[in-house]
């Protein structure tokens, strides 16, 4: 069975950190490129960060630049996302999700986790 299964949220105070972990079973991560997402509550969905595939490029959206950082390691099969100076407005479910090649579009990934919960609160 392909899946990917995310781990590491929980609860933080503003300026701490986590890192969350995207797992994957049945298939190989990497040739895949590999992409964060978030959905705070009452918000869209959008997009975090993304590592490619091919060369392990990576980038960030403009609002978590400099705090948060993805990187992966394929022995483990898994990608990470590492959070650091987290601020309430960084609350949400965080997702996973994997296609192969460069690129994370966020409406042509192929697969996803279930999401792990990330509140930052004091």
């Known amino acids: 069975q392909l899946q990917l299964v995310e781990s590491g949220g929980g609860l933080v105070q503003p300026g701490g950190s986590l890192r969350l972990s995207c797992a994957a079973s049945?298939?190989?991560?990497?040739?895949?490129?590999v992409g964060w997402f978030r959905q705070a509550p009452g918000k869209e969905r959008e997009g975090v960060s993304c590592?490619?595939?091919?060369?392990?490029?990576?980038e960030h959206t403009d609002s978590v630049k400099g705090r948060f950082s993805i990187s992966r390691d394929n022995a483990k099969n898994t990608v990470y996302l590492q959070m650091n100076n987290l601020k309430p407005e960084d609350t949400a479910v965080y997702y996973c999700?994997?296609?192969?090649?460069?690129?994370?579009?966020?409406?042509?990934?192929?697969?996803w986790g279930k999401g792990t919960l990330v509140t930052v609160s004091s």
């Open positions: 049945g298939f190989t991560l990497d040739s895949y490129a």
């Open positions: 590592i490619s595939g091919s060369d392990s490029n990576f």
């Open positions: 999700a994997a296609r192969p090649g460069s690129r994370c579009p966020p409406n042509a990934m192929d697969y």
